[in-house]
């Protein structure tokens, strides 16, 4: 495993939303949120093309200058473009539908971030298939009912979140109308950091957003 995995640092996770962020454009709302604590920023917008990706995965790299991890969702054709034209992308996030995780790992490379939404036993019982170090992370939710991803899982409430964290030993990030009072709970639930769409996309100064939820989960410990 290498420097960017090792250091990974999944405390406070945005996960972008272009029509949150509105006029400002998603590589404004990252700057800010990145200057506010964010540390790794999920790149996601499911109405893009492939090459509209690249091009938006070049202005946030940009935008975060190194001070965060950037990870496409779902579009690993994108993300090895766009590391074919040297724009610093650290990874790709991964649902159950999308690219297998051993296929990510072997285009990316032993360097690349790899995460993989997952929530129920049998993503487990799958991932106990997947050869030890192709998965970083775990995305874990939803939480409570968010209106960001209208098709979203069951919901599994603090307490689900805390048995299925504690059923693998990988870092698991709760999403999912997270809010900064879930930090807490959340933390105790055995979380590795809190994934936040609207509640920084939407802010009004994603920076200040941003730094509010990265103050809750320090002093969460």
């Not at 920076?207 to 939820?213: G, L, M, V, Y």
Request: with cysteine.
């Amino acid at each position: 495993m290498t420097g960017v995995r090792t250091a990974l640092d999944l405390s406070l996770y945005l996960v972008t939303d272009p029509v949150l962020c509105g006029e400002r454009g998603v590589a404004a709302v990252v700057a800010d949120a990145v200057a506010g604590g964010v540390r790794i920023v999920q790149l996601r917008d499911k109405r893009a093309t492939d090459a509209e990706i690249v091009e938006q995965l070049g202005e946030l790299a940009d935008a975060i200058d190194g001070r965060a991890v950037l990870v496409v969702n779902d579009r690993l054709d994108a993300a090895i473009a766009a590391r074919a034209r040297g724009i610093r992308v650290d990874g790709v996030h991964l649902g159950q539908a999308d690219p297998a995780v051993e296929r990510a790992r072997a285009a990316l490379g032993a360097d690349a971030i790899v995460g993989l939404t997952a929530n129920q036993p049998e993503h487990l019982a799958a991932l106990a298939r997947v050869p030890a170090g192709t998965v970083d992370y775990l995305g874990v939710g939803v939480i409570r009912p968010t209106p960001t991803k209208p098709d979203h899982p069951p919901v599994l409430g603090v307490d689900g979140f805390a048995r299925f964290a504690a059923a693998t030993d990988l870092p698991c990030v709760a999403i999912g109308g997270v809010g900064q009072s879930d930090a807490p709970a959340l933390r105790a639930a055995g979380a590795a950091g809190l994934a936040v769409v609207s509640a920084i996309c939407a802010a009004e100064d994603p920076a200040e957003a941003a730094r509010s939820f990265a103050s809750a989960w320090e002093a969460a410990r």
